[in-house]
């Protein structure tokens, strides 16, 4: 294992790994947040929604400079310090638009969001599952380089459903919906949402290119 | 030659150039079909000339992470590694711009599209041409970074020509629109396009750096 | 002061401060024309003002591919090469936010720009303030770093004002505009705007990120 991510990093220092991994618990507790406000009454409550995932993004915008710190006064080589800090990044990216699309929902206050909201909520849900196990065998890499592999590609598979789901409800609401300013506000609000899972299949890129250099 | 970026990586390692090249062949063929659904009859067509784009979008990425996964596993400098990497994103940027737009036709079926939606498509094109050229001329750097430094300057030129008709067409479209909606899907097909003439100009500037460092 | 970032950089290259102290002046200045902009006649004198923001804007992009080229033929370390890469591209999104936002001014025509605008450009202004004050004090780190801090520090508070700004903005547009072509024109420009404290408090991240490295 003398060779391995896991061993290059962890015996010096093995503070990244629980760290990306509080991130990724983030992005799990958020999206459940998001599926929460989607299904409660959101013309009331989704300031209250908005305020605590806003909460939670702030706490991985923290553990995210704390990485970066971390990797600026820690020995390890350029490429490894480069690696974790774009690991850090993306997923600071999923937040971002879980905490984006919870805002809108807040501030614009559509008459109705769509189910389809609710579908890719809960595709983000599920691209959160598959990082964190992911993120889990990073440091026993040796021995789960396929079970990495596998995860990665779900995540894939996520955004591909995802891309199905945003395209569909463009599609019938440019069809349907007569009221430009409705547009508008579920146009931005299903785009993030999109997008979060996009970001979370460039995890899985980012970890997969890991998987290369260190397996 | 011993200090050129051709000498330093090619002999070693000739997998990077082809594969770039292949990456702008993608961005022409993609900016032809782009032109294609334009002249064509987009209402009935649109979806069909998307999927097209759609497949060559995915043939980038992923020869862009095939260069990534090169990068990783090849030993060359982290200044080299750099440069390839930001150069194959740009790369994808260009292509992720032209995609995007032809799925915004796509779903979006906009009543008519400005025939500024085709210039910006041919300027596409001939940036497309610009880089295909840039890019053969990379490996005998020595040479000819004079006519390098010219095909880049063209794609400045051709961002500005870009910019002027963009420009020209929002001030236009909110000038004579008063429909909301048809505003929000041009605006957002024509921003896509513009923003490909602008990947295309960074492709350009990196380009520029790279003959600063090795020529 | 062998290790900090003024001595490892400036006795050998001396011209990465000022270049980026240029840059930072050039944000001073276009937030400048920015309030000048919102305060004057923006229905005849807009597209005046965004032609001088873009001249500003063209300096700071000549200004940042200066420094990108002197970096890549200067011997520093990967990481100081880095960090003032970083730093200047931070500094440029700053510009560019503010160039996005007098573009759309210019090109869109809103018929009225809410006061919260002008406050948002006052933001802006301020927080190039505390940039410049920050560079000016980063080649004398090791007596100075408790007060580069708390310039940071302030570049988050502006940002959080900002923020609470713009979110109380669009929560009143929704509610009172009806008509939705204004929405669209307003939302893009406030969202510049709001972009740049972002990119501004970015700046401020970064430049910690250096202190904790070289203090």
């Known amino acids: 294992m003398n060779n ?3 061993s290059r990093l962890t015996p010096k220092e093995p503070k990244f790994f629980p760290v990306l991994k509080e991130m990724s618990d983030i992005i799990l507790k958020t999206s459940d947040l998001m599926i929460a406000c989607l299904r409660d009454d959101y013309h009331q409550k989704a300031m209250d929604y908005y305020r605590k995932i806003k909460e939670q993004e702030s706490l991985a915008d923290n553990l995210s400079h704390q990485i970066f710190d971390d990797l600026n006064t820690t020995f390890i080589t350029p490429f490894d310090r480069e690696d974790i800090h774009d690991l850090a990044n993306l997923l600071d990216d999923v937040i971002d638009g879980i905490n984006n699309s919870a ?3 807040a501030l ?3 008459k109705q969001i769509p189910d389809s909201a609710i579908t890719l909520a809960e595709l983000i849900k ?3 599952i598959y990082i964190g196990k992911a993120i889990d065998e990073l440091d026993v890499l040796k021995r789960s380089s396929t079970k990495i592999k596998e995860y990665c590609n779900q995540l894939h598979v996520i955004e591909n459903k995802a891309d199905d789901v945003y395209e569909h409800f463009i599609t019938k609401m440019f ?3 007569r009221d430009g300013i409705e547009i508008i506000k579920l146009k931005d609000i299903m785009y993030e949402l999109e ?4 970001s979370a299949e460039y995890v899985g890129k980012i970890i997969k290119t890991i998987i290369v250099k260190y397996a």
């Open 175 to 177: 069809h349907e919906e």
């Open 195 to 198: 997008k979060a899972t996009d």
């Open 126 to 128: 599920e691209a959160a």
């Open 4 to 6: 391995s991510f896991f």
């Open 108 to 110: 614009y206050n559509p």
């Open 103 to 105: 805002k809108r929902i």
